[in-house]
Nanobody, 120 residues
């Protein structure tokens, strides 16, 4: 059974930092591109960042470029999202997701989410 479990959310002041981690189990981790998404209150889920299966390529949504960094450790089956200079508009539930590189389907598995709240 595939599981993605996020850790590291919390309450932080504007300008602060948080590090989210996602632990994956039940899958061949290096066969998956990994992504972070978020859903703010009253809004649609949006893409935040993605990293390729071997960690060679990363992509970010414009609003987090220069502030967030996605990375992965294939030996530990984890993906991280380092978030710096946080803003109130970053407040959301953050989800990690796994996208099988051999499948044409988009993001096969999702975590349960972790809340990030940035106070002004």
């Amino acid at each position: 059974q595939v599981q993605l479990v996020e850790f590291g959310g919390g309450l932080v002041q504007t300008g602060g930092s948080l590090r989210l981690s996602c632990a994956a189990s039940g899958l061949t981790f290096r066969s998956y591109n990994m992504g972070w998404f978020r859903r703010a209150p009253g809004k649609e889920r949006e893409f935040v960042a993605t990293i390729s299966s071997l960690g060679t390529r990363t992509t970010y949504t414009d609003s987090v470029k220069g502030r967030f960094t996605i990375s992965r450790d294939n030996a530990k089956n984890t993906v991280l999202l380092r978030m710096n200079n946080l803003k109130p508009e970053d407040t959301a539930v953050y989800y990690c997701a796994a996208d099988n590189i051999y499948s044409s389907d988009s993001y096969d598995y999702w975590g349960q989410g972790t809340q990030v709240t940035v106070s002004s």
